[in-house]
């Protein structure tokens, strides 16, 4: 059950992420208009490699869509590892542009993303506590 959920997850994921960077990527604050301000706009030599990053880093669960989906196996060790990657992108755009930052000021779509990406780690920290209580399937 472990394999179809990060499928799904994967697939979701993947959508999210292309719809975050179609949207304008990260988000550094606000205009005096009003208007949002995003890291793209920079005039800076690599101002778009926070964004590029972040979908390198959600990107990455193509991998696990493709794993999953080809093996056909249960196993979980994959998808952590494919978390601890994404962990670690995302350390890496938070040198540059703060994620809570650019969530405070309107990403829902990077805290979806952050969310959604969690579930299998739900899914399977609540299906393993089933047998530490002595519950059965």
Known sequence: ??????????????LFAYAHFALGGLIIGLHKDGSVWYSNELVSSGSDESSILTMLGFGSFLLSLIFYSVRRTGTKWFYFINLGWLYFILWLV????????????????LAILIIVVHIPVIYHLTNQSKFAFGWTR
Not at 1 to 14: D, T
């Open 94 to 109: 938070n040198l540059d542009v703060s994620i809570l930052n650019s969530i405070n000021h309107g990403d829902v779509v």
């Open 1 to 14: 059950m472990f394999r179809v959920v990060a499928i799904g997850v994967s697939i979701l994921v993947l």
